[in-house]
């Protein structure tokens, strides 16, 4: 698999396109360079609501306007939100996260340490962390994007019998356009998914998965 961004996802319209344009591997961008990239281009402002009983922790949060976040929701900066994004009851935001316009944070939701583009709906007890989810995909209720190993080892990105070291002690997943996963659905750390993927309910994922699989079994 080729492991460049163009690969995962169209930039055109992102509005962070800068911190993924030429990262290859793409999960290089992750950990240390994107906690940098938002502390050099953060503006904190809140343009948009925060409704009585939310929670911003830090002078270091950007909300775009017409954004909305619900009572009983928690954000933790640094954090970037776009425009018109929907940050409902208990979600949880915890540092160093961009999320682009028109998006879904919904209950129960956590994200730490990773990238949501445009149009992204993750909006019932999902768990996105140390990933990059690209514009359109989908995660169904239940779904966990796993980023540490129980073994403590650092990820590997397997690639049919081929394996890439990423020197990362905690790395999620990367998540192609489109890419839709049902309910209840795992992936393993250091999971790469294609552009429109998609992964039927109670399933369990791994390694590179070319664009436009279904994952069935």
Avoid at 41 to 53: C, L, N, S, W, Y
Wanted: proline residues 5%; glycine residues 14%.
């Amino acid at each position: 698999m080729n492991f460049a961004p163009d690969e995962f996802f169209d930039l055109e319209d992102f509005a962070h396109a800068e911190l993924l344009a030429g990262v290859e591997p793409i999960w290089q961008m992750l950990g240390r360079p994107l906690a940098e990239y938002i502390a050099s281009h953060i503006k904190p402002e809140i343009q948009g609501t925060v409704m009585d009983g939310a929670w911003l922790m830090g002078n270091d949060i950007y909300i775009g306007e017409g954004t909305v976040v619900e009572p009983g929701a928690m954000i933790k900066g640094p954090a970037i939100i776009g425009r018109n994004c929907e940050i409902r009851h208990t979600a949880y935001i915890r540092e160093d996260v961009i999320v682009g316009d028109n998006s879904i944070v919904g209950h129960a939701t956590e994200l730490k340490g990773c990238v949501l583009m445009d149009h992204v709906e993750a909006g019932h007890f999902a768990y996105i962390g140390d990933s990059v989810v690209g514009n359109h995909a989908m995660l169904g209720a239940g779904t966990k994007l796993a980023n540490f190993k129980v073994d403590s080892t650092k990820v590997v990105v397997r690639d049919g019998d081929v394996q890439h070291p990423t020197g990362l002690e905690k790395f999620g997943a990367i998540v192609g356009d489109g890419t839709k996963f049902g309910c209840n659905t795992v992936s393993y750390p250091g999971t790469l998914l294609g552009k429109g993927c998609v992964i039927l309910p109670c399933r369990i994922v791994r390694g590179c998965v070319p664009a436009g699989t279904v994952i069935r079994d």
